[in-house]
């Protein structure tokens, strides 16, 4: 098969769909790798690491899009990559087609057969093309909290892990799924004083039974979630709700209750955010103040370490485009319900309930 990579186009988006590593398995197998030029430097890799590793480079993703029976990406294809698609071509990246008629009405009018990485499932009921962002993100929000807490960026001038004789910063996290474990580990790592709230019985005996000596489990009552919030110097918000969008938990009343200064890191703000004032910001101006809580709402936040996502996503994502590369979509998918889950769109049809029901169409 022949697989081609363009560069990613989308405003801020430095990853790549496939790392010299992946292109190297794949040629490996017996494929074709064509990269389109540059199309790995915002992760630091160079054409010459794509050419060792037995790709070909194009120069432009029109001829990418021409040649390609597979298009591996990361992002969803913008407007102008849609039209290049065509009939009987798979296309393999994140989607997120429910909050998107337009895109969908393209995939399905360009006749491509299109695999959503947000929609593969694995036997554990997990995202496994999800959870490497969601680790990275995850791990990303101490740090950038941490930033945010310094006295000079708005922050209450306060370090995480204090000093002999100065207790260390109190670091809330509300939610304790992939990004709450990832963060609240970090946090701990840093010397902060860190618990995690969260609903689900069965996750805090889980988080309880492996993390009790780096933080606490609170249940995430609305009471109980105030009173420690009013306390602390960190709050990262870290809930899912599949398929909804996320709770706002904290007000804006309740958001003079803290104290001045204290950081709020909204992971969940690429689902509207748990905190009534969360607004998304991007990389280039990341933080705002409303009320002196400084709010840090970056929707891709693991664009800012585009390298170490890169590879994350690219060792996920590798076993599945192997496999559609080795026995074509069909095969693979017949005998892989976990990748079938994937379909969303084929020759025309959408083929995932959940993105008809959100855009009221037929599957
Ligand atoms: P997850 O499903 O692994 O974890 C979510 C957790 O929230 C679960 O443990 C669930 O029990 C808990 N929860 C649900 N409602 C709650 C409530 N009211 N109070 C407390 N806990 C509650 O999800 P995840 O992978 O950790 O993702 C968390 C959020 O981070 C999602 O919104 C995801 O889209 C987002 N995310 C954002 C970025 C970014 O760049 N901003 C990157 C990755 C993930």
Sequence with gaps: MHIGCPKEIKPQEFR???TPNAAREAIAHGHKVTVETQGGVGAGFSDEDYIEAGAAIAGTAAEIFAAADMIVKVKEPQAVERKMLREGQLLFTYLHLAPDPEQTKDLLASG????????VTDAQGGLPLLAPMSEVAGRLAPQVGSWTLQKANGGRGVLMGGVPGV????????GG?????HAARVAAGMGADVTVFDRSLSRMRYLDDVFSRDFKTMY?????TIEMVREADMVIGAVLIPGAAAPKLISRAQLSEMKQGAVIVDVAIDQGGCFETSKATTHQDPIYDVDGIMHYC???MPGAVARTSTIALGNATMPFMLALADKGWRQACEDDAHLLNGLNVHAGQLTY???GKALGMDV
């Design 16 to 18: 790549v769909g496939l």
């Design 353 to 355: 309930f959940a993105v």
């Design 177 to 181: 799924g992939v990004v709450g474990t």
């Design 167 to 174: 207790g260390p910063a109190k670091v809330v996290v509300i």
């Design 298 to 300: 970056v929707a891709n």
């Design 112 to 119: 491509c057969t299109a695999i959503a990485y947000e929609t």
């Design 220 to 224: 995430a009552s609305a009471g109980n």
